[in-house]
Structure formats: C-alpha cells, structure tokens
C-alpha cells in the first residue's frame, strides 16, 4: 500500500524539456535547465542536491550502460508497446537513500510517461522484502533503467546504513561521525548526501569551502602554527581545521587561533587530554585507529567528531532488486 504522507507522482521529460523545473547556473554563470520533471526536482533540492547535477549523473550512467547503443536483449524479448510495473525492494535490512536519484535514472530513461508509488523515504528503515519504490511505465525503458538505478541506490543506501551503525554507536555522546573527501569522483554530493540520511555530518565538500593544514602543509610552510596562520591571512573567512600528530602541536594551534583541531592516530586517552588542554576554545576531531567497536570509547573522551574515512570509501552495498509484474 502506497505511505500516504509521500505523494505519487509522474514524469518524463526524457532528456530536457520546458517543464518549467527550476535550473541552476555552471561555473560561468550559464543556466542550465534542469529536465526533470519540477516535482522531481523540487524532491531533489530540498534534500539539498542539485536537480542539474542529478540528471548529469543519471545521463552518464546510462549512457554508460548502453554506450551510445541500445539495450540489445530487452529489444529483442520485450515488444515496443508493452507495459510493466517494477516494484524497487529490500533484499536486505537498512537505511535506504537515493530514491529520488533513482527516480531520476527512470526519467531520463523513459520515452512516455510513468508513474511512481513512492513507499518510504530517504533516511528510512527498511526491513528485508519491503516495497521501496513502485514504477509503470513501458517495460523496455524500466529494464533499460534497471542496473544503472540500482546502481546508485544499493551503493548510497549502503553508506546510508553503514553510517547509521556509527550513529548509533555514538547515541548518548556529545559526538558526530563525519565524513571525509575519501568519495568515488563524480559522487561526492550524492555520497554526502547519504551520510546526511544516515545520520552522519559531512566534512568540507570541496577544497576551497574550507581549509585542512595536514603534515605535507606543515612540512612545506615550516611548522604547523605557520601553516595556520598562512592559511587565516590570506582567506580571514574561510574555517580553518589542523591536523596534529602531538599535544604539543595541539597547544601550539590552539593558541595561534584554529577553529577546529583533528587529532590524527590518538588513543582514546590522548584524545581525553586534549580535551583537557582545549578547554573548548576549538572543536576536536579524533580520526584513525577508528573502529564501530571503539567510537563509544573516543567519543566518551569528549571530542566534537570522529572522522570515518570508510563510510564512503568501503561500506558495502544495501542489496536491493527490481521485480517485475504486470501493469493493473
């Protein structure tokens, strides 16, 4: 049965259309407008990723799949009129996350219209045999779509489940697990995204909205508390985190200004003295040596955060299917 607080809805504009769906600007202040159909859309941006950069996504995975050809078997077995319903389900128990991306596959796939029973949401539990997601739309288009849209959902809804397990690790803690740029190229919006649905916080998204002076920038800049300030003089607006291998280097940052220290490599009682020695003049993040059987034991130390490089680089998919029925 359909949730009734997610609405149903329909959609199509295949490749871009003048639906009216609101775009976004490039890197030279060029609009793009963005295909999807502006329900869709509006799905999208308020889950905070941009519709265009979606529908990009969608094109170049199926495109990858079909290489400029066509879906060679789905032609050749299933007639050109035909009519199917495909119900996404869980073949596992987890936290789903990218149903909106795969509805965004379906579109531009999809010559004609279609329609979607939209059964849970981003960021829900889901058990092993629960409807996700219901598509009717021509049985070509929904096989055409099928890899490409699990593709993307199994893999964020698999970091959205890993990073729900950190969550709960940490429940009764002042601290939040963070992710890192450690993502696939070309998914890092999408990836952060799912650490969002997962319960986790994301890191800086790109290189230029924040700065991270790690040991390679200590070495050339001659010492930590001069790559600081080389960093806070010339971008004064810019957050401004340190990596520290010792207390030592923590007391030298901490006086110089950071706004925020990561620890790099320290127990859970180094980590307790350096709460100690901040006394909340800086926020602390714990990263490495990190594991779901120890985040209780750093995060009771009192830091701020436990940076987890593998909810994006190593968690393991969320297996889910497409099963095919007959249109009602």
Known sequence: MTNPDLPLASGGCGDGCA????????????????????????????????????????????????????????????????????????????????????????????????????????GDRVEAGQKLLTVTTRTRDLLTAERSALNLLCRLSGIATATRAWANALEGTRARVRDTRKTTPG???????????????????????????????????????????????????????????????????????????????FTPGECEEAVAVVGGRALLEASGRLTLQNAKAYADTGVDFLAVGALTHSSPILDIGLDLRAAE
């Open 19 to 122: 639906c009216g769906a609101e775009g976004a600007f490039d890197e030279y202040g060029e609009y793009m407008e963005c295909g999807l159909d502006p329900a869709l859309a509006g799905l999208l941006a308020d889950a905070g990723l941009d519709p265009v950069e979606v529908e990009d996504i969608a094109n170049v995975a199926v495109q990858e799949d079909l290489a400029h050809g066509v879906d060679v078997t789905t032609v050749a077995t299933i007639p050109e009129d035909a009519v199917a319903t495909g119900d996404f389900v869980a073949r596992e128990a987890g936290v789903v996350a990218g149903l909106r991306v795969a509805e965004a596959v379906v579109s531009v796939v999809c010559t004609d219209e279609f329609e979607v029973e939209r059964h849970v949401d981003d």
């Open 187 to 265: 998914l890092r919006s999408l990836e952060k995204f799912a650490v969002r649905c997962g319960g986790g916080v994301n890191h800086r998204m790109s290189l230029s909205d924040a700065a991270l002076v790690k040991d390679n920038h200590v070495v050339s800049a001659g010492g930590v508390a001069q790559a600081f300030t080389a960093v806070r003089e010339m971008f004064p607006d810019v957050p401004v985190e340190v990596e520290v291998d010792t207390l030592h280097q923590l007391r030298e940052v901490v006086d110089a200004g950071a706004d925020l220290i990561l620890l790099d490599n």
